[in-house]
């Protein structure tokens, strides 16, 4: 009897008991683990698309349409800067002209005032022995002298609007130089990137749609190796198979069943069950290594669609940085420009405001100074005259003073003329004015708002669009670590064909004899061969068990055939 021998203290039986259980548990922890790591591959690959997806829309064409749509009535007025600018400088300058033609007119009446003072020293001198012409002499000179004081007040205002206008036209003419040398570029700078955010946008779509396009074929590659890893569930079941059958045949031989065997014929079914022990693990590794292989084939070519990915990555996030930058730095940078050109243009209307609004008041001062000057030459007219009606009581007593009276009045007179003509060069001051507010009005409100307002939406924009290039610099990188990891890992032949060889190795060696011969006894082991059979889920384990033991089959049932083609074998394996 061949038992005692394969029974020594060694226990071969036992050992290979041991290892297959290890095997079972080596195959289950590492095809969950292998599981793991795939998933956790799709999960890095979804983060990936979704940064694609995220990116690619905050750069969408529309951000910049709808920021130019919204600055469009500013880059207009902002063109029509300078022009507004020379009108004003052209209205400063008219100004000016007209206050020296007002200064002019101050000359004539301060020359005319000093000939009214030198008539009223001769009144004065000639109604002295006159004893009422005295006051009256007195008086006229007071009116005179007040009527110069005016006209110094008057020219002192018309002085300080000069200097007013003077600083205001050098303010202008800066204001001009500036929208002159900026603004053409500006709003050049803002319809080119504008332009160029569209263009830059489809072919970043374009290039992320190819990452997108590899990403989502590498998980698909990872969806076909999930599928396949059901190799590791069929082959964790066949060890516990292999396991059940030894249970069940050491089971067998303390069983009355099989006291109907003589020792030859326990001998023979001995090696026969270990014969087909082996067979049956022979066949497991077998499938176990051409089904490994083609998911490690699989799995290998990852490394390839990463280096892709990282590739397209690379390329991707340079040609975001070409030209000194996206089209939407680019754009930022101009409208931060328009937006700083904004806040000069608010400031230079703030002093052209000021200096309007200094010279109305003057001008009002001056009005009213011009209606003093001529409430006193009225006074001096009316003054004359009472004397001429005086002097002509008088007889040749009031002659001379008749006759210096009658040259006040004409004097007075002549004051008339130049303080019509500062009046009219004062209106027209008013008038030039009043269509300078009504130009700027309508030229120009506040830039500052809108440009800010898509300033915002642009640099929002633009930093969503580099923190994607960051996450995704970050992200591919990832993607090709993870996926470089699952090569190393994911190689199941490696990790677990030897476990497998070894036990096939103790199993060959349990029945080193070869199977024995049991056709003569075959009636008496079918109950326990049919026991072992139905353990089995797969046709190949049938196939494998029908060459070594006899089975009972119901009446009509055929053996299940051998099947050939792995998906009927993992559709087999499903239960």
């Not at 061949?2 to 548990?25: F, M």
């Not at 079918?526 to 384990?541: G, L």
Request: with cysteine.
């Amino acid at each position: 009897m061949k038992n005692q021998p394969k029974a020594e203290a060694s226990d071969p039986q036992a050992y290979l008991t041991a290892r297959l259980a290890t095997a079972q548990s080596r195959i289950e922890k590492t095809f969950l683990e292998g599981g793991s790591v795939l998933v956790s591959v799709m999960e890095i690959l979804n983060q990936l698309i979704t940064i694609l997806d995220r990116m690619t829309g905050s750069m969408d064409g529309d951000t910049a349409d709808a920021a130019m749509a919204n600055m469009q009535k500013t880059i207009e007025d902002m063109v029509r800067l300078p022009e507004t600018e020379q009108l004003r400088q052209a209205a400063f300058v008219e100004m000016s002209s007209l206050c020296k033609s007002a200064n002019g007119h101050v000359d004539d009446i301060r020359e005319t005032i000093r000939y009214l003072k030198t008539f009223a020293v001769t009144v004065k001198i000639t109604g002295a022995g006159i004893a009422e012409f005295s006051s009256f002499a007195e008086e006229i000179r007071e009116r005179i002298h007040f009527g110069g004081t005016e006209v110094g007040k008057f020219a002192q205002y018309l002085d300080l609007m000069d200097k007013q206008l003077a600083r205001a036209r050098d303010v202008s003419s800066v204001i001009g130089a500036d929208f002159e040398a900026t603004i053409p570029g500006i709003v050049g700078g803002l319809k080119t990137n504008s332009g160029r955010i569209g263009e830059q946008h489809r072919a970043m779509t374009a290039m992320a749609a190819k990452v997108k396009s590899v990403a989502q074929g590498v998980q698909g590659k990872i969806a076909a190796t999930l599928s396949s890893l059901q190799i590791g569930d069929i082959t964790r079941q066949r060890v516990e198979h292999v396991q059940t059958t030894l249970a069940l045949f050491s089971d067998y031989l303390n069983s009355e069943e099989a006291q109907a065997l003589n020792s030859a014929e326990m001998d023979a079914l001995y090696d026969t069950v270990f014969e087909m022990v082996s067979a049956q693990i022979d066949e497991m590794a077998t499938t176990f290594q051409q089904d490994c292989r083609k998911i490690f084939a699989g799995i290998s070519s990852f490394a390839d669609d990463a280096a892709t990915i990282l590739s397209l990555r690379d390329t991707l996030v340079e040609d975001a940085a070409n030209d000194g930058g996206s089209a939407l730095q680019l754009l930022e940078k101009d409208i931060a420009k328009a937006c700083d050109l904004a806040g000069r243009v608010q400031e230079g209307m703030a002093d052209a405001n000021a200096v309007v609004a200094s010279v109305t008041r003057t001008a009002q001062d001056l009005l009213h100074g011009i209606e003093v000057l001529r409430s006193i030459k009225t006074e001096i007219h009316y003054m004359a005259l009472n004397s001429n009606l005086r002097c002509s009581k008088l007889g040749d007593e009031g002659r001379s003073v008749n006759v210096v009276s009658g040259e006040l009045r004409v004097f007075a007179d002549k004051l008339e003329s130049p303080a019509d003509s500062i009046v009219a060069d004062l209106h027209r001051i008013e008038s030039v004015i009043t269509n300078l507010k009504t130009a700027e009005n309508r030229s120009a409100g506040d830039l500052r708002e809108p440009l800010n307002e898509a300033l915002e939406a642009i640099s929002h924009a633009k930093g969503q669009m580099e923190t994607g290039l960051q996450d995704l610099a970050t992200e591919g990188q990832a993607v090709f670590s993870r996926i470089s990891a699952a090569v190393i890992k994911l190689d199941f032949e490696s990790e677990l064909g030897d476990v497998l060889k070894e036990c096939h190795q103790v199993a060959s060696g349990l029945a080193a004899g070869g199977a024995g011969d049991i056709s003569g006894f075959a009636e008496k082991i079918q109950p326990f061969s049919t026991r072992i059979y139905k353990i089995y889920t797969m046709a190949q384990e049938r196939d494998v068990h029908l060459r070594y033991l006899p089975v009972d089959l119901a009446p009509g049932q055929k053996a299940p055939a051998t099947v050939e083609d792995d998906d009927d074998l993992f559709a087999d394996a499903l239960f």
